[in-house]
């Protein structure tokens, strides 16, 4: 809240224009994000199986689905996922984003490889990956790759885990891609000055590249955040539609999605989704509150 | 130098009341989209001139009839439409909810089809009306509530059996098992022998369904579940309950289905592999399981290498051996706001399995749940499809009841809490006594 908007007005005409010329993006918003938005809050009151008619519930459902140890498990599984990718991720796209960032054909090859994951459907890369870590017919029966033979979408354990390392390996090229082009951003002005002064290679990374990317980290992190807690598809075709083994992978989202169009009780469903809404939106605002996002003053003050 | 442009401050009072503005805008406008829109005066979604009807992609056999009826009918043609097995359901209930539903859909009877006759959106029809008097009794009740029959069968009878790999079994020096201790005995030989006993796609859920379908049928007799479906939650803590999730926990702790059968999804076929390449030694799977093998391995069943019997019987059961579980066949039902009820009727009536349709269903290793059945099983060429078909015939003729799938039977609500917790049952998350808890819970 430290920006001051200026106070001076010309009219009303300043004001017409700067409507008008958000007036498309604001209509698509507001016909495809609020009038959902606001369609789902008010099912959340109502009491509809998506076939008959639909009757007034109060805060029945509310209450239930507040009650009910499983939207917390949901959620629960949600933060872990959450929390987990962004330590997976982080570190590898960064790393892969300091590999990339220099020019050269080796690493805009490697670059290009890395990025494929990232063009490929979530259904897509699910569906390969379910078969790849099939224990009996994936990666696992090659000869010397028996210790891969293990039930890692099966085991209550450790689905959970192999669903974040496959959502890393769909992500982090993204993420390195953000990164790369934060690292090009920085003047090379700086390196060279510290080089001047006797910094290793090490001492630059950590006092000229991570301080200039802070914005890019923040921008990564909260994409990262935020995308995890609406993550749905690829834990979808990974578990097999169940969010199992039992609900080890029932991630928020996809409880949403089974209570909604496989139970059919959309009222409750709406309920977990205007949870939903209101983590992601609390989310967004506390990342980027807390690391100064909004200021988003320029990181090379005094160049 | 400059640092990027930046566009990120959402604060000025400006930016807050063009917000503003708009949630009202999108506030008016959501209202009177639910004032419009609404789940009411649902149509079916047709062309002027012809019927939409919606089944499931591997139902090739039924297409053919549908295109029979087209030739048959250039006025008034059927368009089909096909859908993978997964998002069928949710697809429907959307259409239908949206007023955008086929005249004549398919469904699996039970529960789900009975929440559209709830809503009212499903017609019955008369025996006259679709001749409804030619298919197999036991099967029409899965589509009857309320003594209206409200769906056609379209296609083969689909019980649960157990199918084996001969030469496994044979090599392990083991039986087919008549009895649950004949099972447990061969799980044991099975397992030195260093295969899977039991292929199971415990990824997917409804495969281990089934057992605990089979093990209460077996333990407490078809009345048990025929009282929970009926809508006593109480039920599901009786104690052969406890006891059928006991047997399926034992199986499951004698390493009867192996160690990865929580990461084997049915979809990717990979339990159906498990069975034919002799990595697993039986498998407890409905009949169109027999297509599947024929499909991907056909060698193997050149061979003879496949083997099938019915599921094992359980001392001290009060259920019969001779009962099934199982899908009794999937129905296709007419929508109530259709506005081509005569046409669909000619359709319904005269070329869902029809002679050609019940020819080709033999063909293809399915037994098609019509009266009168003998005299054309006996004319099917193939040795060994016509010993499967049957079989099967025979199977479903001598049982006493035919128990239709829990997942189908009850209301989609109950759906899958069920699954979850038989997963839950299977992977010995929680008790025997548990599963009954929190499923009486689920229900009431």
Not at chain 2, 136 to 152: H, L
Not at chain 2, 315 to 335: C, E, W
């Amino acid at each position: 809240m430290t920006v001051t908007v200026p106070a001076r007005r010309r009219g009303g005409r300043a004001t017409g224009t700067g409507l008008l010329m958000a007036a498309p993006a604001l209509l698509l918003f507001g016909l495809f994000g609020l009038v959902p938005l606001v369609g789902v809050a008010a099912l959340s009151l109502a009491r509809w199986d998506g076939l008959g008619s639909v009757g007034w519930a109060g805060l029945a459902n509310w209450s239930s689905v507040l009650t009910d140890g499983a939207t917390w498990q949901a959620l629960g599984l949600t933060v872990k996922v959450m929390a987990v990718s962004w330590l997976v991720q982080t570190p590898i796209a960064l790393a892969l984003g300091v590999f990339q960032a220099p020019r050269g054909r080796v690493r805009s090859l490697f670059a290009v490889l890395f990025f494929l994951p990232l063009l490929l459907s979530a259904v897509a890369v699910g569906l390969t990956w379910q078969a790849l870590l099939d224990p009996s017919f994936g990666i696992g029966a090659t000869p010397g790759l028996h210790w891969l033979a293990k039930p890692l979408l099966g085991s209550p354990e450790l689905a959970l885990y192999t669903v974040v390392f496959v959502i890393a390996w769909q992500f982090v090229p993204f993420h390195a891609l953000l990164y790369q082009a934060g690292i090009r951003q920085i003047p090379t002005a700086l390196y060279e000055a510290a080089a001047l002064d006797g910094a290793g290679p090490v001492a630059r990374f950590r006092h000229i590249t991570l301080p200039q990317l802070k914005y890019t980290m923040v921008t990564s992190s909260t994409l990262m955040l935020v995308g995890s807690l609406t993550y749905f598809d690829l834990i979808f075709v990974l578990s097999g539609g169940t969010g199992g083994p039992g609900t080890a992978t029932r991630v928020l989202p996809l409880a949403m999605y089974i209570t909604g169009f496989q139970a059919h009780d959309m009222g409750r469903a709406s309920a977990v989704a205007t949870l939903l809404v209101v983590f992601g939106l609390g989310l967004s605002l506390l990342t980027t509150r807390l690391s100064g996002f909004t200021r988003m003053d320029s990181r090379q003050e005094g160049m | 130098m400059r640092g990027t442009p930046v566009n990120g401050n959402l604060k000025g009072p400006r930016i807050r009341r063009v917000v503003a503005s708009a949630v009202a805008l999108a506030a008016a406008m959501g209202l009177a989209s639910c004032g419009t829109s609404g789940p009411s005066g649902s149509s079916a979604d047709s062309s002027a001139k012809g019927l939409t009807m919606w089944a499931l992609n591997d139902q090739t056999i039924l297409k053919e009839s549908v295109d029979a009826y087209n030739k048959d009918h250039p006025d008034e043609k059927i368009t089909l439409r096909l859908f993978a097995n997964d998002d069928y359901k949710q697809k429907l209930r959307v259409a239908f909810g949206a007023g955008q539903a086929p005249d004549i859909f398919f469904s699996w009877g039970g529960g789900a089809l009975n929440d559209y006759v709830k809503a009212g959106k499903v017609d019955a029809l008369t025996a006259a009306e679709a001749n409804t008097d030619r298919f197999t009794p036991s099967v029409m009740q899965s589509a009857t509530f309320d003594s209206k029959v409200y769906g056609v069968p379209a296609n083969g009878l689909a019980p649960v059996v157990l199918y084996y790999n001969k030469k496994v079994l044979a090599d392990a020096g083991v039986e087919p098992p008549k009895t649950y201790d004949d099972l447990l005995a061969a799980v044991k030989k099975l397992k030195g022998k260093g295969v899977t006993p039991l292929s199971l796609a415990a990824n997917s859920k409804w495969p281990t369904l089934m057992y605990l379908e089979y093990l209460l049928d077996r333990q407490g007799g078809p009345q048990v579940f025929s009282k929970i479906a009926s809508g006593d939650a109480a039920m599901w803590k009786d104690a052969s309950v406890t006891k059928a999730n006991q047997y399926l926990q034992d199986l499951s702790k004698a390493g009867a289905f192996g160690d990865n059968a929580s990461s084997v999804g049915y979809d990717q076929g990979a339990s159906t592999a498990l069975l034919y390449t002799g990595k697993a030694a039986m498998e407890v799977m409905g009949t169109w399981e027999y297509a599947n093998i024929a499909k991907a391995a056909p060698d193997f069943l050149k061979k003879g290498d496949l083997g099938y019997t019915a599921l094992p019987s359980l001392s001290g059961g009060a259920g019969d051996p001779k009962s099934i579980v199982g899908n009794p066949s999937n129905f296709l039902s007419l929508n109530s706001s259709t506005k081509h009820r005569s046409a669909a009727l000619t359709y319904l009536k005269d070329y869902v399995l029809d002679g050609s349709q019940v020819d080709a269903y033999l063909a293809a290793g399915s037994v098609p749940p019509v009266k009168d059945l003998e005299s054309k099983l006996a004319a099917v060429k193939s040795s060994s499809d016509k010993a499967w078909l049957t079989f099967v015939y025979n199977l479903v003729e001598k049982a006493p009841g035919f128990q239709l799938s829990w997942d189908q039977a009850l209301p989609s609500d109950q759906a899958d809490p069920l699954l979850t917790n038989t997963d839950k049952s299977f992977l010995r998350q929680i008790s025997p006594a548990d599963f009954g808890v929190n499923m009486s819970k689920a229900a009431s």
